[in-house]
């Protein structure tokens, strides 16, 4: 299981003053030991959207000077976008100097991220991975199938985490380093994986959800894992100032809380960004993390390949959607066509951050807020098991319903092989040449309010009673040949057909039938032995 390690902030043993008519700053303290000493993000009164951006990053430079000039501060980062602010460090006199400087707003010590080791599981693709199989589809069972209408093409997402591999095959030239903030440079190659995993799942053109997003790394984080909230700061502030529109940006990471963080997530998805979270991996309140707290963010749990809340999931209100993130394969660090299967909320975000693409690729002139009330309103809900205390039951979804055309699925149950997979759309549903009785059909339709009902001709028992909607026509467990079906609709537009023919044993595919006529034989005992079906006409 993959997991993060979550660090709050250290509680510093410096007195909190009273407020004064100047209103002086606030030390945000909190209860973790795994701070980074000396080392302070200053955040200062003036919002970014208070002047032009000109301005505003005149007026933090002046600022930034001033501290340096009044109490010899140094000046580590200065962020001129999603925070008004600057990463000084300070000894503890200088500190208290700062806290009664009037015109900073809030202090906040910064601290390390780390990733835990990757936990890798052996798995093999059987046709789509389970988590895209589940995003396209309300309900289980999984039909192995993975379909989309729009493949991001037109979008980018930035992947704020420990770089990419750009040269994978998954990403077909498509992806491409944005900065590197660890080691200061334009070369924003993975040495970790997790990042190269996390835009597979994105963008990959096998384990993603949009296959020809554009992928920038963005890299906050060293080979182990490691960084700090200042330098993740770092990164949101260079997709604000340099993202390619419609944008989407992709944070599988988090820590202790952190005001910083969560106003710089806030501002970036304000500047027109649409920014997805992992909630974090502690089985405990989400609201407790950041940036998983991030108000304008969309904040990720996951969920399993059974619809069960993942156990190390967090939850709570600050949860918006829930997103498999249990047992994912995508593309890893090591070689050109590397894969790994890892597990946590991390592999549930960029699961979102995918479909928020795909949004955006069907109408690129939605806003973040619009992105987020569609993840809301499309989601298959009351699904997930266990989502625990004011978590919103909601799977992500990536179809948009109103724009597909219904379809046709169904399978067969054949002597010895029990159920086949499911079919779609003339496919065929059982065996041919191989002398096997067809037992048992199932059918059913997605993307349409019609009802599909069936009854199936056995050996020795005749037409038995129709059934509709995914219930079993025939029998399994007796041994009794199918021998012909009939199918119809309810509810069908006019001009909509269900065509669809049965294999027979001594005779192959007889001629298509259509809305309720026979296929297949009876009296002759003859087995059926496969299917296929269609809808016709206009069934929108």
């Known amino acids: 299981m993959f997991k993060l390690n979550y660090f709050a902030l250290l509680a510093v043993s410096l007195p909190i003053f009273a407020a004064s008519a100047a209103s002086p700053s606030k030390l945000v303290q909190t209860d973790t030991s795994n701070f980074v000493e000396n080392q302070y993000i200053v955040v200062f009164n003036s919002a970014a959207n208070a002047m032009s951006k000109n301005a505003f990053k005149a007026q933090l430079a002046a600022n930034a000077d001033s501290l340096v000039n009044k ?25 208290t100097q700062l806290l009664q400087d009037e015109n900073i707003n809030y202090i906040e010590q910064d601290q390390y991220i780390t990733l835990d080791p990757v936990m890798s599981t052996k798995a093999v693709q059987n046709n789509a991975t389970w988590g895209l199989d589940r995003i396209d589809q309300h309900d289980l069972p999984l039909d192995t199938n993975y379909n989309y209408q729009e493949d991001g093409s037109n979008v980018t997402a930035y992947v704020i985490d420990t770089g990419i591999r750009n040269s994978h095959q998954e990403f077909g030239g498509r992806a491409s380093s944005g900065y590197d903030f660890v080691d200061n440079d334009n070369d924003a190659s993975d040495c970790n994986g997790h990042g190269t995993h996390v835009a597979g799942t994105i963008g990959g ?59 710089a997530v806030n501002n970036l998805v304000s500047s027109g960004v649409t920014t997805v979270v992992a909630a974090g991996n502690s089985n405990a309140d989400a609201c407790s993390f950041s940036p998983a707290r991030a108000v304008q963010a969309i904040t990720v749990g996951s969920t399993t390949n059974t619809d069960a809340r993942s156990s190390f999931s967090n939850y709570g209100s600050c949860l918006d959607v829930f997103a498999p993130g249990s047992s994912i394969t995508s593309a890893w660090y090591n070689s050109d ?204």
């Open 71 to 95: 109490y010899n501060v140094k000046i580590k980062l200065r962020f001129d976008d999603v925070l008004n602010g600057v990463v000084v460090t300070a000894d503890k006199q200088q500190l």
């Open 205 to 263: 053109s096998t384990w993603g959800v949009a296959k020809n997003v554009n992928l920038v790394g963005v890299r906050v984080l060293n080979c182990s894992g490691s960084g700090t909230y200042s330098g993740v700061i770092n990164g949101i502030n260079w997709v604000n100032n340099n993202a390619a529109h419609p944008a989407v940006a992709n944070m599988s990471l988090g820590g202790g809380v952190s005001q910083a963080i969560d106003d």
């Open 337 to 540: 066509n590397a894969t790994n299967t890892i597990s946590g909320t991390s592999m549930a975000a960029p699961h979102v951050a995918g479909v928020a693409a795909l949004y955006l690729d069907e109408n690129n002139s939605l806003t973040p807020a619009q992105i987020d009330s569609l993840v809301s309103s499309r989601s298959t809900k009351n699904k997930v098991t266990n989502p625990n205390a004011g978590s919103p039951n909601e799977l992500v979804y990536s179809l948009n319903d109103n724009n597909l055309a219904p379809q046709v699925e169904y399978r067969a149950h054949v002597a010895d092989l029990g159920w086949l997979a499911w079919v779609e759309d003339g496919a065929t549903a059982g065996t041919t040449g191989q002398s096997r009785r067809m037992e048992a059909s199932q059918m059913k339709l997605v993307n349409s309010t019609m009802q599909i009902c069936y009854s199936a001709h056995v050996a020795n028992i005749g037409w038995m009673t129709p059934v509709c909607n995914g219930a079993v026509a025939g029998t399994t467990g007796q041994s009794r040949q199918m021998e012909a079906t009939k199918v119809w609709l309810n509810n069908a537009p006019a001009g909509c057909n269900i065509e669809y023919r049965a294999h027979v044993a001594g005779m192959g595919w007889l001629g298509w039938a259509q809305n309720g006529a026979q296929a297949g034989t009876t009296g002759q005992s003859r087995r059926m032995e496969a299917l296929q079906a269609k809808l016709t006409g206009n069934c929108n």
